[in-house]
């Protein structure tokens, strides 16, 4: 568990809930059980996805995956160490009013579950989806969307107060799942700690097989535009979730 999760890796969720944090003028130091959390789990996720039985992959956050190290056995129970080692850490360390913290975690657990990401995944796995954006909302989409939305929950914010801040997030799910798949056509090797080449090797449908690269790049703009215009539209102190949509766009890893 701590060989992949202190690996590296760029922090994307925890960061993405800071930021919200700050955008709503709450202390971030308040969020963070809830922002290791949406770490802990997207790393159970890397373990589980590297597996044989799903991409075979051995090379992750520039180290030999999980199970390469420690055999198959251990790498699928330190996924599932780490997403129940996620819910002990919202349930027994994060501060704030029960009703808001269970609504918080129940946010992040809808997007961990087969509504959000083992969803997405199954539907990949089986090659089941007829639609390639819902397939990634659901897989990626829907833990980066929790990253803001857990926060929002946590603060006690509905609708319709946050729905500009829930269109964001959304489109930032999409936003990063085109970078991604652009970057695993485009991207160095050493850069990513991931194998470059690893979607077309496994089949795997994607913006850019689908759609090719110069209209992926077109639709990573797009997305880009509309996170930002959603983010105008929300208010509050938004400077580093601008910071980040503009990173996710621009990243080489
Ligand atoms: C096994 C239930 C289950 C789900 C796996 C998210 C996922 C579902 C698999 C990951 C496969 C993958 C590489 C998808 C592309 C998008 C993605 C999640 C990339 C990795 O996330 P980053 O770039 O990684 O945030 P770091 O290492 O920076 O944290």
Redesign the pocket.
């Known amino acids: 568990m701590r060989y992949s999760l202190l690996a590296g ?2 922090r ?1 969720r925890p960061v993405l809930a800071l930021a919200t944090a700050e955008a709503l003028g709450q202390d971030t130091d308040e969020v963070m059980p809830l922002a290791a959390a949406l770490e802990l789990i ?1 790393t159970y ?2 373990i ?2 590297d597996l044989p039985a ?1 991409d075979d992959d051995e090379l992750r ?1 520039g180290r030999p995956t999980c199970h390469v190290r420690f055999g198959e056995d251990v790498a699928i129970l330190a996924g599932d160490g780490l997403f129940a080692e996620a819910m002990r850490l919202v349930l027994e360390r994060q501060h704030g009013d029960p009703e808001r913290v269970l609504a918080a975690l129940h946010e992040i657990v809808d997007a961990a579950a087969v509504s959000g ?2 969803g997405g ?1 199954y539907m990949d796995v089986a090659e089941t989806a007829a639609d390639i954006r819902h397939l990634h909302e659901l ?2 989409g829907r833990l980066i969307g929790a990253s803001v939305g857990s926060v929002l929950m946590l603060n006690g914010l509905g609708e319709p107060a946050t729905i500009s801040y829930r269109r964001f997030a959304a489109e930032l799910g999409v936003l990063f ?1 085109i970078v ?1 798949d652009i970057l695993d056509v485009t991207g160095d090797e050493e850069a990513l700690g991931k194998p470059q080449g690893s979607d077309e090797r496994h089949g795997k449908r994607t913006y850019v097989s689908v759609f090719g690269l110069d209209r992926a790049r077109e639709l990573a703009a797009e997305s880009h535009r509309k996170a930002r215009t959603a983010l105008d539209e929300a208010g509050g102190h938004t400077a580093r979730l601008e910071q980040i949509t503009d990173y996710i766009l621009t990243r080489q890893t």
């Open positions: 890796g760029k994307i997207h996720s890397l589980h996805d799903m956050r990401m083992v995944q897989k990626t799942q991604d």
